[in-house]
């Protein structure tokens, strides 16, 4: 059976990463693909109790070292778990985050040592790729924004200080100006139809790549 490949959204908070990925499942499901959603913290039952761990807001004092292992933690079982085996059966996975917000909010942001995530970062993935990271690049300001006006609370990293927001979006470019084969950018200011025409045209790029077009 040919293999699926795993696409990664991600970008600031509010970017309107969730809202752009729902038109990518309906899109793949139209063309009967099949694909999986998930996500990062979280994917797997015991990747979801460590997401409610990193996020909770009433826990302001954790260290970055312990935030940082536990995103490792949640990865290496994501991967085996659930992402592997779902490539293995063909399917395209999309994962809302992963590893680039890790290197976004917690070295370019936090300014935690790059070699120090690197290594948690290989040692759970071991050699895997995501086949495509596209950034929803926006504003914090306007993310933030739209998070407010969806009506739901802030979690522990949403209450973070403008600047380290803007840290982390600048991170994700820099990863994109590093990675320009395996990174998208996509302006995330325009209309929610305009940013899924411009997501939709990277998934084209792709399942021609990877011979999955129909
Ligand atoms: N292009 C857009 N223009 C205006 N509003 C948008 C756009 N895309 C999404 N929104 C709205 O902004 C809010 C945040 O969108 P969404 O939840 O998709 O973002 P997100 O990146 O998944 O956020 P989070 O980081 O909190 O998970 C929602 O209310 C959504 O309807
Ligand atoms: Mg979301």
């Given at each position: 059976m040919k293999k699926g490949f795993m696409i990664v959204c991600d970008g600031s908070?509010?970017?309107?990463k969730t809202t752009v990925i729902k038109g990518v499942e309906q899109y793949l499901k139209d063309k009967g693909i099949d694909v999986i959603l998930t996500r990062e913290?979280?994917?797997?039952p015991i990747g979801e109790k460590i997401r409610e761990v990193i996020l909770?807001?009433?826990?302001?004092?954790?260290?970055d070292m312990t935030e940082l292992m536990l995103f490792g933690a949640g990865r290496a079982q994501h991967l085996q778990q659930k992402i592997i085996p779902a490539i293995d059966a063909g399917k395209i996975v999309i994962s809302d985050r992963f590893d680039a917000a890790m290197f976004s909010f917690q070295?370019?942001?936090?300014?935690?040592?790059l070699t120090i995530i690197k290594t948690i970062n290989d040692l759970a993935l071991n050699g895997f790729k995501p086949a495509m990271n596209i950034i929803l690049d926006l504003d914090p300001c306007e993310g933030l924004k739209r998070v407010k006006s969806r009506g739901e609370g802030l979690d522990r990293l949403e209450v973070e200080k403008q600047e380290f927001l803007v840290k982390a979006r600048n991170g994700y470019l820099a990863q994109a100006a590093l990675a320009p084969e395996t990174f998208e950018i996509v302006d995330?200011?325009?209309?929610k139809e305009a940013v899924l025409r411009d997501v939709l045209a990277i998934i084209d790029t792709l399942l021609i790549q990877h011979q999955l077009a129909v």
């Open positions: 908070n509010g970017a309107g913290p979280g994917g797997t909770d807001p009433s826990t302001p004092e954790m260290i070295h370019y942001a936090r300014g935690i040592d995330a200011s325009q209309s």
